[in-house]
């Protein structure tokens, strides 16, 4: 008897153990999944103790200390949402894995914020609302009210998993709080509609930009008879006037206006181009040895260009995207303590670098979320096409941060995509340099694999028309939704502290 309860006691303790174990299992796995909000919190604190540094003896330092802490978690907010357009396409393609994606789009969007951000910076801050009819103190609120609330609205829509603009939600945001502090009249309309066509035509803009280097590549090199001598002679070839134009643009970016001549940004890019080519040219003949002449093997001439796409890609989104997060901070930290708005000069080096890293920080501690539906949902893509989307939205988006508009990245990634996957649609039934290539590969039984039959690629290959409304809808909405939370936001903010 003594020993029959010596085993029911064992029995029971192994299983009170045993809970113990769940217990501990499951305290485990919840404080997993604390960590990344945690980090998060962690970053805001340093960016208000950064801030802090700058400002604690100057006028108006804790409502600075304060839009620090917003404008990081704003950036941080830009990061989740906005890596998909990164570094989707690359992703998509398995060009890369999701962490090399990660850490090159974080040191890109550093790179690229902190070296040329400034125009569209001076854009957000300054030219949406005329900061000369509103007193320096209600600019500030203002500002503060704009951050708040599209951080909360892109916070919002990175959880439901709809790739918003960020653009859209702090321009909207910055109309909303302008017009519910000092009505419409401090609002620039012709400011405005620059915006806004630029948002109409972006999109536009990167869809044809992608279709057409589609088509380049399909009929140099996809439907060529040796697909393999024809990617030796052009993937250099494209490297090259990527390199070249994103020094152009470098050139613009950081040679003192006016100092060198359009012609002589011309034959400088013309000349990294040479050099690239020169360079490039033996890695692509190596690389090529002993790959079978089959569409396939194209992937492994294109991971280079995608890769360098996905991280020029980082660079313009760092350069333009940044002004989101700090352009209502730069406001900030100028009317505080300021008798007047004017603006003037670049933003201060220690707000990019908020922006910056926090855009990094955000990206890394809550991308991956998004970068399936804009990689692989949309429209199927392989390499050549990541290639075409990649490189379409980096060029449009650098031409766009040259010019000072603070355009949507995600507008012109998507659009991007779009374009390339109906282009396929209209080239797989219209082509005819398509169409010979298969009858003589089937004439020659070379064929790789059938061809699928018209519902197969409809349901495979094609643009996903179930996307479409759905992201449309979600950009629609950002501008209208935005200006009436910050609007909201600031009358509460008004009420309590003014």
């Known amino acids: 008897m003594p020993q029959r309860n010596a085993v029911l006691t064992k029995r029971t303790l192994d299983k009170d153990l045993d809970k113990f174990t769940h217990v501990e299992d499951a305290a485990k796995h919840v404080s997993r999944r604390l960590v990344t909000p945690g980090l998060g919190l962690i970053f805001l604190g340093l960016a208000m103790l950064f801030a802090g540094v700058y400002v604690f003896d100057r006028p108006g330092a804790v409502l600075v200390i304060a839009a620090s802490a917003l404008a990081a978690y704003m950036a941080m907010n830009i990061g989740a949402n906005d890596v998909t357009n990164n570094v989707g396409a690359a992703v998509g393609a398995r060009a890369i894995t ?75 945001a910055v109309i909303g709080a302008g017009f519910g502090a000092a009505g419409p009249e401090p609002v620039n309309w012709r400011i405005m509609l620059e915006i806004t066509a630029s948002w109409i035509t972006s999109p536009l803009i990167g869809g044809l930009i992608a279709a057409g280097l589609l088509y380049l590549v399909k009929t140099l090199i996809v439907y060529r008879e040796d697909k393999i001598a024809a990617a030796r002679q052009w993937v250099p070839v494209m490297i090259a006037v990527m390199a070249g134009g994103f020094t152009a643009y470098m050139v613009l970016q950081l040679a003192p206006q006016g100092r060198y001549s359009s012609l002589t940004i011309l034959l400088i890019g013309i000349g990294i181009g040479l050099v690239s080519w020169l360079v490039v040219r033996p890695l692509i003949l190596r690389q090529a040895e002993n790959l079978e002449n089959r569409n396939s093997s194209l992937r492994t001439l294109f991971h280079f260009p995608l890769i360098g796409s996905a991280a020029l890609l980082s660079f313009a989104h760092g350069a333009n995207d940044v002004s989101n997060a700090v352009g209502p901070l730069s406001a900030i930290v100028h009317s505080a303590g300021s008798a007047d708005n004017s603006m003037t000069g670049h933003p201060p080096l220690w707000v990019m670098l908020i922006g910056a890293l926090g855009i990094s920080v955000g990206l890394l501690l809550f991308g991956p979320r998004l970068i399936r539906l804009v990689g692989e949902e949309i429209t199927k893509l392989n390499p050549t096409r990541a290639y075409c989307v990649a490189l379409s939205t980096a060029f449009t988006v650098i031409f766009a941060s040259w010019l000072g508009l603070p355009v949507s990245t995600t507008h012109i990634a998507v659009g991007s995509v779009f374009g390339v996957g109906f282009f396929r649609e209209w080239y797989t039934r219209h082509s005819k340099r398509r169409i010979e290539f298969i009858r003589r590969k089937a004439e020659s039984f070379e064929i790789d694999e059938p061809e699928p039959n018209v519902h197969e690629a409809r349901r495979r290959y094609l643009v996903r028309r179930s996307h479409v409304m759905t992201i449309v809808a979600a950009w629609v909405i950002t501008v209208p939704v935005s200006a009436a939370l910050a609007a909201m936001i600031y009358w509460v903010m008004f009420a309590l502290f003014l």
């Open 98 to 172: 999701m962490k090399q994606a990660l850490i090159t789009a974080a040191i890109f969007e550093v790179l690229g914020a902190a070296i040329a951000g400034g125009e569209v910076v001076k854009t957000i801050s300054s030219s949406i609302i005329d900061t000369v009819q509103v007193p320096p103190a209600t600019l500030g609120w203002i500002m503060m009210a704009a951050l708040t609330a599209a951080a909360l609205w892109i916070n919002l829509a990175t959880w439901m998993k709809a790739p918003v603009s960020t653009t859209h939600a702090i321009v909207g």
